[in-house]
């Protein structure tokens, strides 16, 4: 896939800015998530070609978008997240409803549809989840009845509910998955189309500028051209192909309200002087409240580029690496923000200093696109696939390869991260001689575990060769958060692998030093100077204004 050029990408993510700036100061934000408003005005002028033309984005060119790749996709909805995480999801709902037409759909398909959206700027809707049916997709019931004509099929007739739909209640368009003869298949359906109703807005958490609502399918009439990939039973497929992308953009979405409520809470504790000086000096409080989350956003941002360049790079899939990099950003995004509220105290559990909305708006981000049980999920069964065929290589190679960058850069970590792989693969292999994945919670433990040793070897290896300039930190900054990560890292797949092994009942006495407990706690040596120097930087990035 291409990617846009540097400077059209600046210029999209400064248009916007500059409209959140003039259009969306926080005084505005809090008045649309308290009135519960949909900001229809907001989402067309981000839509308005004249203005930002957000949803072009991952049109490609031929169907009159901007063409932009993973990479893009990430920047701009991190930039979003940061602004408002409710508006941000309308969008992310216009891109989502459009990937199984981007992914699926014949050329024939794809030049209506996309064209139509390049030019008219219509809402779109996502409809996948059911009363029934969230986490497990499979167990879908609403129903598209096929409709003949002299023996060929015109069209069909869909049935059922669909639940927690994003611009649910104000879509142009709709794609619904619902089982065909064939199987489970996406339909494009228009807004007003007969038997089909909206429910209310759900009254959320948090979010509250999206529009979220139950969609009600009575018989409702679409014509056969209207079957996406115009084949029957490849919508599973189709839902699963997106995910690399769209699990990045939740990711992105985490990082970037994650970081703003770092970076206001950086700012207040620069201003905010208790015993005699500012927080900021506080070890007690920036090492507890600010640097870590810092820390762990860093490195899910490397993991989210790693995988946008691969994406753009022509790979395919990469559900697993979406879902690893879902997990962490979302789940480091969330800490941040409730740490954010803790670090402004009693102001920050008030709306005016914003970190309390961030705070209700990230949490959805682990939970939609796939829970982050479910993510830890996927990332343990793929993983342990690759370490059965592999025959235990697979984090043995990974550790080597760590192992080298530390070699030549020892700065970065990397020595910490092949601590965290190497005792991964010991972990795993220990789990399979007691057949400890038996336990669906060692199962899941396992891909926590997991994402934290990878995220820390690409952090690792990123900030020796690949430092991301869209954090804005020095690379010496970025050396000193991926030695804190890679820590970590090494500190938790040992420990922790360690309590859940012997919680499932293993059998090796010699299991604490084959996963190198010792080692992983000779190398917090430094740890404390390391957070030191990420505080300072950090107020030194972001001055109070
Ligand atoms: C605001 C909002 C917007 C949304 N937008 C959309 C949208 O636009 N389109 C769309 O299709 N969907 C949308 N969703 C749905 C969302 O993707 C689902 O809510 C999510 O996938 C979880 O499904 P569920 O709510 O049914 O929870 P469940 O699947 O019932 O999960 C409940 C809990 O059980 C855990 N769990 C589930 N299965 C297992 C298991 N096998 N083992 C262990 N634990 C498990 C989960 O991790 C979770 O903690 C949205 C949801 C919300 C809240």
Redesign the pocket.
Known sequence: MARLDAEMLDQILTTLREYADKNLPPARLLEIELGHEFPEKVMKDLYDPGQIGLHLLTIPEEFGGLGGGAYDIYRVSEAMASIDLGIA?GVL?TF??TDPINVGATPEQKRFWLSELAEKGVFY?????EPQ????LAALATTAAPVQENGTVVGYRLSGR???????GVADRYTI?ANAPGGPSWFLLDKGAEGFTTGKP?D?HG?RA?N?AALFLENVYVPADRLIGRVEGRGLVQAQAVFGYTRLMVAAFGLGAGWEAVKRAVRYSQERVQAGGPLSEKQGYTHKLIVPNACRLEAARHYIEWVAERLDGGEEGLATEGAVAKYLATEAGNKAAEDSIQALGGYGYTREYMVEKIKRDVR?TT????????ME?TIARDRWQLHLKSRGQYYRDWAARAGSRHAQSPNVGAGHAALALRSLASLLERARLDRLTRN?HVL?RLGELIAFAETAALFAERAASAPAAASGLEPKTLEAMARVHARDAALKVASEGLRWAVGAGQTDPGLKQQLGLDAAVAAQAGLVEDMDKIAADLNRAFPAK
Do not use: R
């Open positions: 999801t709902a989502l409803g809707a996502y409809g996948a989840t049916a969230g986490s497990d669909k639940q927690w739909i994003s611009n649910g998955l759900e959320k979010i999206s979220t959805i939970i939609y696109e796939g829970t982050s049980e479910i999920w669906q899941f």
